[in-house]
Nanobody, 135 residues
């Protein structure tokens, strides 16, 4: 069965750290760029960080630059999101998504992050993991 499975979410205090994982099953990740998206309560889903299939190109939303780091281990078929210095506004459900960037609307890593939240042709979405930043 083809699926993406997120893990690593939980409750963390402001200023703390968390590492999310996105594991692929049923297909090899090295043919796909991966994006991390989040949806806060009452808000639309937004792109957080994205990475190319090789890992050589990354993109970050301005709100997480300098605090979050995306990486991938294609041998383990897994992509990670290291979240440092977290803030209450980082609270939300975090989803990962995979796409080969072969579409007209989404053809670059930046496209994946900026357009991916509403991209109708995304190959795969995970079901999400909840991150709560609170003291």
């Amino acid at each position: 069965q083809v699926q993406l499975v997120e893990s690593g979410g939980g409750l963390v205090q402001p200023g703390g750290s968390l590492r999310l994982s996105c594991a692929a099953f049923g297909f090899t990740l090295d043919t796909h760029a991966i994006g991390w998206f989040r949806q806060a309560p009452g808000k639309e889903r937004e792109g957080v960080s994205c990475i190319s299939n090789s890992g050589g190109v990354t993109h970050y939303a301005d709100s997480v630059k300098g605090r979050f780091t995306i990486s991938r281990d294609n041998a383990k078929n897994t992509v990670y999101l290291q979240m440092n210095s977290v803030k209450p506004e980082d609270t939300g459900i975090y989803y990962c998504a995979a796409d080969p960037l072969d579409g007209f609307l989404v053809s670059t890593v930046q496209d994946l992050c900026t357009e991916g939240s509403t991209y109708y042709a995304m190959d795969y979405w995970g079901k999400g993991t909840l991150v709560t930043v609170s003291s």
